[in-house]
């Protein structure tokens, strides 16, 4: 039997390499492939017209998506624009579904706003298309608190370091776990891959 396919999409300031072990975990499992742009220097709804070209690319009849932080809502924005795409479930690592509290403080600043270029345009202030889609996700959240959230006043604890559990929670959305990672952790614990390889095969983490 084919294996299905699953799309990996990283998030702010990555190139794809901080998703090698999540990647090399998921292959064996899935065929997978690697969505990689430029999450400063387009907004979400660009970025969402640039994954529906390469999604559109791959020979499977079932395609999943694991997207970490802002890839999320890439992928919110590529189902709202281009919904007739092939079946298969979702998996969000720590994405802000409702906003960013990190990304509101990072953009008060000239001196710090600059650092996320385009990704609030559409992305991590909020303006994101609402999850009407019938098929599941699966939004997973960390809770331990290390990364640069720490320097930032007023990040709504439990959070991973940069984005609030409470963030994370999502309308409609099939599943919600937590794990004591942090928002880069995410992507290297054992016990998360093994929970998006559970519901991307069975709907259940």
Known sequence: MPKDAVVLIHGLWMNGVDMSLLKHRLSKHFITYQFSYNSTACDSIENADKLNEFVSKIEADTIHFVAHSLGGLVLRHLFSLHPSQKSGRVVTLGTPHKHSHSAVQFSRFA?????????????????????????ELASIAGTFRFGMGVIIPGLVQPNDGTVAVQETQ???????ICFHVSHFGLLLSLKVSDAVVSFLQTGKC
Not at 115 to 121: D, F, N, R, T, V
Not at 170 to 176: A, D, G, K, L, P
Request: glycine fraction near 10%; avoid cysteine.
């Open 170 to 176: 999502i309308e409609n959305m099939s599943t919600h």
């Open 111 to 135: 001196s710090t706003r600059f650092l996320l270029g385009k990704s609030i345009q559409n992305g991590l202030l909020g303006d994101v298309p609402e999850w009407n889609e019938t098929r």
